[in-house]
């Protein structure tokens, strides 16, 4: 399973673009590179997955250099609901192993 | 949007005792999984489930720990002789394909203390 390592926390005002970067550097071939939102006291949330060049959703961007041994969760525009922690995950779920293994994420603080 | 849900959202039990977590899959998915996160750390895989019966577990689920699919539509996750340790939030997630791209949808979570 590729390490993941990611920073512990960010800070950021209303409406400023944030970008958090993950890396990977063992990311396999078959791997997907996968970001989920935790808000306190919920479950973990799906925001977009990736496995190469640049995916792009309602929610947000996630670009993925040609190397694949880094990812960066871009987030338009944040609002102080986006206050939240972002995982970022590795791994390839079509080989039976289906576990998500989450690290300790980046936790986001947007303030007005 | 279709949503799990999960009951109790808060459990107190005795340590010692018995506790039977709920979880209600969305309706057309076919994997299920339990995770759970003690306060301030990671989330952690328990266990998946699929085609009634267990297709991996972590080493937290011990003989201790048991699923079940009751009837076809609830997901549950009984503790027996529940440890002080097991006090955590319980996340109970399903996914619909066996996909690379497949995603995994949490629950609310169960709050269980034991005291």
């Not at chain 2, 279709?2 to 107190?12: A, D, F, I, L």
Request: hydrophobic share 30%; proline share 5%; aromatic share 12%.
């Amino acid at each position: 399973l590729a390490k993941t390592t990611q920073p512990i926390s960010m800070d950021s005002y209303e409406g400023q673009e944030v970008n958090i970067t993950c890396s990977h550097n063992n990311i396999a071939t078959n791997d997907y590179i996968t970001w989920y939102q935790q808000f306190p006291s919920q479950g973990p949330r799906f925001i977009i997955q990736g496995y190469k060049t640049k995916v792009t959703n309602e929610v947000a961007s996630l670009f993925i250099p040609a190397d694949r041994k880094s990812s960066t969760l871009s987030l338009p525009r944040v609002s102080l609901s986006d206050t939240a922690v972002y995982y970022c995950l590795v791994g390839d779920w079509d080989t039976g192993r289906r576990a998500l293994t989450f690290g300790s994420g980046t936790r986001l603080q947007v303030q007005p | 949007e279709p949503e799990v849900t999960q009951t109790p959202s808060h459990q107190v039990t005795q340590m010692g005792q018995e506790v039977i977590l709920r979880c209600v899959p969305i309706s057309n998915h076919l994997y299920f999984y339990w995770y759970r996160q003690i306060l301030g750390q990671k989330v952690e895989f328990l266990v998946s489930f699929y085609n009634n019966e267990i297709s991996e577990k972590s080493e937290i689920f011990d003989d201790r720990f048991s699923v079940e699919r009751p009837d076809g539509s609830n997901f549950t996750l009984k503790i027996r002789s529940t440890k002080l340790e097991d006090s955590a939030m319980y996340f109970c997630a399903s996914s619909a394909t066996s996909g690379k791209t497949d995603t995994q949808y949490f629950g609310p979570g169960t709050r269980l203390t034991v005291l």
